[in-house]
Protein backbone atom coordinates (compact mmCIF):
# COMPACT_ATOMS: atom_id res chain seq x y z
CA UNK A 1 0.00 0.00 0.00
CA UNK A 2 1.24 3.45 -0.92
CA UNK A 3 1.06 6.85 0.44
CA UNK A 4 1.51 9.54 -1.26
CA UNK A 5 1.93 13.53 -0.33
CA UNK A 6 -0.28 15.87 -2.01
CA UNK A 7 0.80 19.13 -3.80
CA UNK A 8 -0.13 22.28 -1.57
CA UNK A 9 0.85 25.22 -3.69
CA UNK A 10 3.61 27.73 -1.74
CA UNK A 11 3.27 25.19 1.45
CA UNK A 12 5.03 21.90 0.44
CA UNK A 13 8.35 23.08 -0.99
CA UNK A 14 11.62 21.69 -0.87
CA UNK A 15 12.49 22.15 2.64
CA UNK A 16 9.35 21.69 3.81
CA UNK A 17 9.15 17.75 2.12
CA UNK A 18 12.46 17.46 3.67
CA UNK A 19 12.03 17.53 7.70
CA UNK A 20 8.56 16.01 6.96
CA UNK A 21 10.08 12.93 5.85
CA UNK A 22 12.52 13.62 8.80
CA UNK A 23 10.71 14.14 11.40
CA UNK A 24 7.23 12.12 10.21
CA UNK A 25 7.81 9.48 7.92
CA UNK A 26 5.11 7.19 6.94
CA UNK A 27 4.74 8.71 3.21
CA UNK A 28 6.57 7.02 -0.19
CA UNK A 29 6.41 9.45 -2.64
CA UNK A 30 5.91 13.64 -2.61
CA UNK A 31 4.32 15.57 -5.45
CA UNK A 32 6.01 18.75 -5.89
CA UNK A 33 3.48 22.12 -6.28
CA UNK A 34 2.97 22.68 -10.22
CA UNK A 35 5.18 24.32 -12.22
CA UNK A 36 3.47 26.00 -14.96
CA UNK A 37 4.72 25.57 -18.46
CA UNK A 38 4.59 28.60 -20.71
CA UNK A 39 6.43 28.94 -24.63
CA UNK A 40 9.92 29.82 -23.17
CA UNK A 41 12.19 27.48 -24.77
CA UNK A 42 14.91 28.83 -21.94
CA UNK A 43 16.70 26.98 -18.74
CA UNK A 44 15.77 29.62 -16.24
CA UNK A 45 16.75 27.81 -12.99
CA UNK A 46 14.52 29.80 -10.78
CA UNK A 47 11.37 28.04 -12.57
CA UNK A 48 12.84 24.70 -11.52
CA UNK A 49 14.32 26.16 -7.71
CA UNK A 50 12.04 23.86 -6.04
CA UNK A 51 12.88 20.37 -7.69
CA UNK A 52 16.75 20.73 -8.22
CA UNK A 53 18.28 18.00 -7.02
CA UNK A 54 20.81 19.45 -4.79
CA UNK A 55 17.23 21.18 -2.75
CA UNK A 56 15.90 17.74 -2.28
CA UNK A 57 16.82 15.00 0.08
CA UNK A 58 17.78 11.81 -2.27
CA UNK A 59 16.18 9.48 -0.04
CA UNK A 60 12.90 10.58 -0.78
CA UNK A 61 11.08 9.79 -3.89
CA UNK A 62 9.85 13.20 -5.62
CA UNK A 63 7.48 13.24 -8.53
CA UNK A 64 7.46 16.57 -10.01
CA UNK A 65 4.00 18.06 -11.52
CA UNK A 66 3.45 20.29 -14.75
CA UNK A 67 0.30 22.25 -15.46
CA UNK A 68 0.32 22.51 -19.17
CA UNK A 69 -2.48 22.56 -21.97
CA UNK A 70 -0.23 22.82 -24.41
CA UNK A 71 2.25 19.27 -25.75
CA UNK A 72 4.77 21.33 -26.94
CA UNK A 73 5.28 23.30 -23.58
CA UNK A 74 4.94 20.35 -21.90
CA UNK A 75 7.94 18.66 -23.93
CA UNK A 76 10.28 21.00 -23.40
CA UNK A 77 9.35 21.69 -19.26
CA UNK A 78 9.44 17.66 -19.10
CA UNK A 79 12.88 16.94 -20.91
CA UNK A 80 14.06 19.36 -18.76
CA UNK A 81 13.17 17.80 -15.65
CA UNK A 82 13.64 14.69 -17.20
CA UNK A 83 17.07 15.76 -17.54
CA UNK A 84 18.03 16.12 -13.78
CA UNK A 85 17.13 12.26 -13.30
CA UNK A 86 13.48 12.41 -12.53
CA UNK A 87 12.00 9.16 -13.90
CA UNK A 88 8.24 10.02 -13.64
CA UNK A 89 6.33 13.26 -14.20
CA UNK A 90 3.23 14.23 -13.13
CA UNK A 91 -0.09 16.11 -15.17
CA UNK A 92 -2.13 18.30 -13.33
CA UNK A 93 -5.97 18.36 -15.02
CA UNK A 94 -7.48 18.66 -11.52
CA UNK A 95 -6.53 22.04 -9.97
CA UNK A 96 -9.95 23.50 -9.12
CA UNK A 97 -8.37 27.49 -9.23
CA UNK A 98 -10.60 29.67 -10.86
CA UNK A 99 -7.35 31.71 -12.17
CA UNK A 100 -6.38 28.44 -13.67
CA UNK A 101 -9.61 26.88 -15.10
CA UNK A 102 -10.73 29.96 -16.70
CA UNK A 103 -7.70 29.34 -19.02
CA UNK A 104 -8.61 25.49 -19.69
CA UNK A 105 -5.53 24.44 -17.68
CA UNK A 106 -6.09 22.29 -14.23
CA UNK A 107 -9.73 20.70 -14.20
CA UNK A 108 -10.60 23.54 -16.30
CA UNK A 109 -9.41 21.32 -19.63
CA UNK A 110 -11.33 18.32 -18.28
CA UNK A 111 -14.82 19.97 -20.52
CA UNK A 112 -12.29 20.00 -23.50
CA UNK A 113 -11.57 16.42 -24.14
CA UNK A 114 -10.31 17.03 -27.82
CA UNK A 115 -7.88 18.94 -26.26
CA UNK A 116 -6.86 16.36 -23.67
CA UNK A 117 -6.24 13.43 -26.50
CA UNK A 118 -4.04 16.64 -28.77
CA UNK A 119 -2.21 17.07 -25.62
CA UNK A 120 -1.18 13.21 -24.70
CA UNK A 121 -0.88 12.44 -28.79
CA UNK A 122 1.95 14.96 -28.44
CA UNK A 123 3.02 14.16 -24.98
CA UNK A 124 3.37 10.17 -25.27
CA UNK A 125 5.59 9.88 -27.71
CA UNK A 126 8.65 10.89 -25.18
CA UNK A 127 10.21 7.94 -23.64
CA UNK A 128 12.33 10.24 -21.20
CA UNK A 129 9.61 9.51 -18.13
CA UNK A 130 6.99 7.99 -16.51
CA UNK A 131 3.70 10.15 -17.29
CA UNK A 132 0.77 10.36 -14.54
CA UNK A 133 -2.10 12.31 -14.36
CA UNK A 134 -4.07 14.26 -11.64
CA UNK A 135 -7.53 15.20 -12.47
CA UNK A 136 -10.51 15.54 -10.44
CA UNK A 137 -14.44 14.06 -11.41
CA UNK A 138 -14.91 16.56 -14.27
CA UNK A 139 -15.28 20.29 -14.09
CA UNK A 140 -18.60 20.43 -13.82
CA UNK A 141 -19.67 16.97 -14.09
CA UNK A 142 -19.14 13.28 -13.86
CA UNK A 143 -19.90 13.06 -17.45
CA UNK A 144 -16.74 14.70 -18.08
CA UNK A 145 -14.74 12.66 -16.09
CA UNK A 146 -16.35 9.54 -17.84
CA UNK A 147 -14.76 10.70 -21.05
CA UNK A 148 -11.66 11.79 -19.85
CA UNK A 149 -11.09 8.68 -18.25
CA UNK A 150 -12.36 6.63 -21.74
CA UNK A 151 -9.91 8.91 -23.58
CA UNK A 152 -6.99 8.29 -21.38
CA UNK A 153 -7.55 4.38 -21.41
CA UNK A 154 -5.79 4.82 -24.81
CA UNK A 155 -2.58 6.14 -23.39
CA UNK A 156 0.61 4.44 -22.09
CA UNK A 157 0.12 6.35 -18.19
CA UNK A 158 1.81 4.96 -15.49
CA UNK A 159 -1.27 5.57 -13.51
CA UNK A 160 -4.25 7.97 -12.37
CA UNK A 161 -4.73 10.02 -9.07
CA UNK A 162 -8.54 10.85 -9.16
CA UNK A 163 -9.64 13.70 -6.69
CA UNK A 164 -13.31 12.64 -5.52
CA UNK A 165 -14.51 16.58 -6.20
CA UNK A 166 -15.72 18.38 -9.54
CA UNK A 167 -13.51 21.17 -10.55
CA UNK A 168 -16.10 23.87 -9.43
CA UNK A 169 -16.54 22.10 -6.12
CA UNK A 170 -13.06 23.36 -5.27
CA UNK A 171 -12.59 22.02 -1.66
CA UNK A 172 -16.03 22.67 -0.59
CA UNK A 173 -18.98 20.12 0.47
CA UNK A 174 -18.19 16.45 0.30
CA UNK A 175 -16.30 13.51 -1.66
CA UNK A 176 -18.34 11.67 -3.76
CA UNK A 177 -17.70 8.03 -3.68
CA UNK A 178 -19.87 6.81 -5.78
CA UNK A 179 -18.77 9.02 -8.50
CA UNK A 180 -14.88 7.60 -7.29
CA UNK A 181 -15.99 4.25 -7.65
CA UNK A 182 -17.72 4.71 -11.67
CA UNK A 183 -14.35 6.20 -12.64
CA UNK A 184 -12.05 3.33 -10.91
CA UNK A 185 -14.00 1.08 -12.49
CA UNK A 186 -13.29 2.32 -15.49
CA UNK A 187 -9.96 2.91 -16.01
CA UNK A 188 -7.87 0.63 -16.85
CA UNK A 189 -4.87 1.99 -15.43
CA UNK A 190 -3.49 1.73 -11.57
CA UNK A 191 -5.94 4.39 -9.54
CA UNK A 192 -4.67 6.37 -6.56
CA UNK A 193 -7.44 7.23 -4.71
CA UNK A 194 -7.44 11.34 -3.37
CA UNK A 195 -9.78 13.39 -1.21
CA UNK A 196 -10.81 14.30 2.49
CA UNK A 197 -8.55 11.53 4.32
CA UNK A 198 -8.20 13.27 7.29
CA UNK A 199 -8.08 10.61 9.67
CA UNK A 200 -6.74 7.10 10.06
CA UNK A 201 -10.71 6.54 10.19
CA UNK A 202 -11.34 8.62 7.06
CA UNK A 203 -8.76 6.09 5.73
CA UNK A 204 -10.14 3.15 6.75
CA UNK A 205 -13.44 3.47 5.68
CA UNK A 206 -12.58 4.69 2.12
CA UNK A 207 -9.99 1.40 1.83
CA UNK A 208 -12.55 -0.50 2.86
CA UNK A 209 -14.90 0.78 0.61
CA UNK A 210 -12.45 0.21 -2.55
CA UNK A 211 -10.42 -3.18 -1.31
CA UNK A 212 -8.44 -2.94 -4.53
CA UNK A 213 -7.15 0.35 -4.29
CA UNK A 214 -3.52 -0.08 -3.19
CA UNK A 215 -2.59 3.98 -3.20
CA UNK A 216 -3.72 6.70 -1.59
CA UNK A 217 -2.84 10.46 -1.75
CA UNK A 218 -3.39 13.15 1.12
CA UNK A 219 -3.15 16.46 0.82
CA UNK A 220 -4.61 18.78 4.19
CA UNK A 221 -4.79 16.20 6.33
CA UNK A 222 -1.21 15.24 6.22
CA UNK A 223 -0.79 18.61 6.91
CA UNK A 224 -3.03 19.19 9.63
CA UNK A 225 -1.97 15.92 11.24
CA UNK A 226 1.67 15.08 9.89
CA UNK A 227 1.90 11.92 11.90
CA UNK A 228 -1.04 10.67 9.86
CA UNK A 229 0.75 8.63 6.87
CA UNK A 230 2.63 7.28 9.79
CA UNK A 231 -0.67 6.10 11.93
CA UNK A 232 -1.96 5.11 8.81
CA UNK A 233 1.13 2.56 7.82
CA UNK A 234 0.90 1.27 11.98
CA UNK A 235 3.60 3.62 13.29
CA UNK A 236 2.38 4.85 16.06
CA UNK A 237 3.96 8.11 17.97
CA UNK A 238 2.82 8.56 21.73
CA UNK A 239 0.96 11.94 22.15
CA UNK A 240 3.21 12.53 24.84
CA UNK A 241 6.40 13.23 22.31
CA UNK A 242 3.79 14.95 19.49
CA UNK A 243 3.92 18.31 20.15
CA UNK A 244 7.63 18.11 20.98
CA UNK A 245 7.80 17.05 17.18
CA UNK A 246 5.76 19.55 15.80
CA UNK A 247 7.73 22.23 17.36
CA UNK A 248 10.90 20.76 15.94
CA UNK A 249 8.75 21.00 12.80
CA UNK A 250 8.12 24.53 13.27
CA UNK A 251 11.40 25.91 13.76
CA UNK A 252 13.10 24.10 11.13
CA UNK A 253 10.02 25.59 8.94
CA UNK A 254 10.58 29.52 10.59
CA UNK A 255 14.29 29.25 10.38
CA UNK A 256 13.97 28.16 7.19
CA UNK A 257 12.36 31.75 5.92
CA UNK A 258 14.29 33.78 8.12
CA UNK A 259 17.02 33.82 6.42
CA UNK A 260 15.24 33.67 2.62
CA UNK A 261 12.71 36.06 3.58
CA UNK A 262 12.95 39.79 4.08
CA UNK A 263 11.16 41.58 6.66
CA UNK A 264 9.05 40.79 9.40
CA UNK A 265 5.48 41.11 7.72
CA UNK A 266 6.53 38.56 4.71
CA UNK A 267 8.12 36.18 7.54
CA UNK A 268 4.65 36.23 9.65
CA UNK A 269 2.69 35.96 6.67
CA UNK A 270 4.92 33.37 5.77
CA UNK A 271 4.20 31.36 8.89
CA UNK A 272 0.46 31.79 9.03
CA UNK A 273 -0.28 29.65 5.89
CA UNK A 274 1.66 26.83 8.00
CA UNK A 275 -0.58 27.25 10.96
CA UNK A 276 -3.69 27.49 8.93
CA UNK A 277 -3.02 23.63 8.63
CA UNK A 278 -0.99 22.81 11.50
CA UNK A 279 -3.42 24.43 14.79
CA UNK A 280 -5.79 21.98 14.16
CA UNK A 281 -4.83 19.28 16.47
CA UNK A 282 -2.97 22.10 19.05
CA UNK A 283 -5.45 25.02 18.98
CA UNK A 284 -8.95 23.40 18.37
CA UNK A 285 -10.72 26.63 19.82
CA UNK A 286 -8.30 28.40 17.28
CA UNK A 287 -7.29 31.11 19.82
CA UNK A 288 -4.16 31.67 18.98
CA UNK A 289 -4.90 31.29 15.24
CA UNK A 290 -6.68 34.20 15.52
CA UNK A 291 -3.59 36.06 17.64
CA UNK A 292 -1.06 35.11 14.72
CA UNK A 293 -3.57 36.18 12.16
CA UNK A 294 -3.49 39.54 13.42
CA UNK A 295 0.68 39.99 13.75
CA UNK A 296 2.87 41.38 11.89
CA UNK A 297 6.34 41.49 13.86
CA UNK A 298 8.32 38.49 14.34
CA UNK A 299 8.89 39.50 18.46
CA UNK A 300 4.89 39.29 17.99
CA UNK A 301 4.85 35.90 16.35
CA UNK A 302 7.51 34.37 18.32
CA UNK A 303 5.77 35.82 21.77
CA UNK A 304 2.50 34.23 20.40
CA UNK A 305 3.74 30.61 19.82
CA UNK A 306 6.35 30.51 22.77
CA UNK A 307 2.44 30.68 24.65
CA UNK A 308 0.68 27.95 22.66
CA UNK A 309 3.14 25.16 22.88
CA UNK A 310 3.47 26.67 26.66
CA UNK A 311 -0.25 26.20 26.95
CA UNK A 312 -0.62 23.26 24.48
CA UNK A 313 1.04 20.28 26.02
CA UNK A 314 -1.22 18.25 24.36
CA UNK A 315 -1.95 16.89 20.83
CA UNK A 316 -5.66 16.89 20.83
CA UNK A 317 -6.73 14.12 18.55
Same mark, same amino acid.
Request: hydrophobic share 35%.
Given at each position: ???????????????? #??????? =????????? &? *??????????? %???????? &?????? /????????? $??????? /? *??????????????? @????? %????????????????? &????????????????????????????? !??????? +???????????????? #??????????????????? /? $? !???????? /???????????????? =????? $??????????? %???????????????????????????????????????????????? =? @???? $????? &???????? !????????????????? =?????? @? +??
Amino acid at each position: MKLSLAPIQGITLAHY #RNIYSEI =FGGVDSYYT &P *FIATSSLRKIV %PSIYKDII &PQNNNN /NIDIIPQLL $SNNGSDF /N *FFASTIADMGYKEIN @WNIGC %PSHTVTKKKKGSGILAY &PDMVNKFLDEVCTNKQYDLTVKLRLGLNS !LDEGINI +IELLNNYPLKSVIIHA #RTGIQKYEGTVNLESFEIL /N $S !LSKHEVTY /NGDIFTNEDFIKIKNR =FPMVN $SFMIGRGALRD %PFLPSTIKGIITPTSEKIAKIKEFHDFIFNHYKKVLYGDKHLCDKMKE =F @WIYT $SVHID &PSGKFLKK !LKKCNTTSVYLDIIDKM =FDTSNL @W +IE
